[in-house]
């Protein structure tokens, strides 16, 4: 995993917009989040983490197959940021392409990865979720200035005769959800050579009382139905490690699942929402802090702008 170095605390917020450390934690359980330098895109974190994972896992780069990125604030419109990280990470005989599912990137990513790797196209895969939205973030906005934070984590997998890797995934999205969080300059419609229009702006916008009540259910919804489809409980998840957006929504959606707090991981807090970042950063985290070991279960979950949202049911 790696995470912006700079930390942007509630109270330096305190300092830029009409807000306080109290809302913030009891709204969101937000007390700082990581915020990038000018010259750090999203490929910047995307090969940090990438080499850590190959360097984990004991596999050159040279013998990767597929280097999967999943992000939607990539260095450029094009060339993809998977082209840019494996170039700079040496994986020179791989293929390398994109996924935007925005928040709910990284559960797209390790069902695209174990897709290819079980139908044979790809023997093992680098797949990389990373996000960089403060670049986005309006900082007199303080209604969305306060939930973001940069970085990203990396996992690679392999086929392999073992019972581990991605059990059962549910991929979601309900396109009619558009207008609840979108960025629109930049784009092929708004393109960066013109001059902004009228309801146009650079900045990520978000309704987050809509996507506060859809995040809940989606989370509940896709759950449940992964669950379903590998034919286990919810009593045999050892670690959720949800999409980190707002501790309010982690509890909700825990609580209406039947998990207890020890089961739930909670990185939010110092982190800040870091889109696709946030559930490969929390499973490195979870895994170093000695609460993820092989062959426990594992359930993702994630959503966000599109709207998309989905689950993976994981064997460490
Ligand atoms: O990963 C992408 C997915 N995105 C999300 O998961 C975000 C989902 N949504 C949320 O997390 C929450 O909706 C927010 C944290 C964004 C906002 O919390 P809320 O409890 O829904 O607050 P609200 O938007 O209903 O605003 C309540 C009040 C408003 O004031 P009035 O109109 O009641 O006077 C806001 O203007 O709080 C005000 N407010 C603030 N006050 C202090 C909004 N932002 C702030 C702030 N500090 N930073």
Redesign the pocket.
Known sequence: MSVAERVLNNAD?EKM????DE??VS??GISERRISESDQGASYFGQRAACQALERAGVRAADVDAVIVTSVTGDQIFPSTSCLIQSAIGASNSAAFDVGA??AGFIYGLEVATSMIKCGTFDNALVVGVDVLTKFVDWTD???????GDGGGAVYMEASDDERGVLASVLKADGGGARH?HMKAGGTLNPASRPLQEGVTPYLF?A?????RF?VKAMEDSCKSVLAKAGMSIDNVDLFVP?Q??L??ITAASDRLGLSRDKVFVNVHKYG?M?AG?IPVGLCEAEAEGRLKVGDLVMTV????GLVWGANLIRW
């Open positions: 917020l917009v009409d807000t306080s809302w913030i709204r969101t925005a928040c303080r209604s969305t200035c306060i939930l973001f969080i978000m987050g009382q809509e996507v506060y995040a999409h957006a707002n309010r929504i929402n889109s946030s994630g959503f966000g702008a």
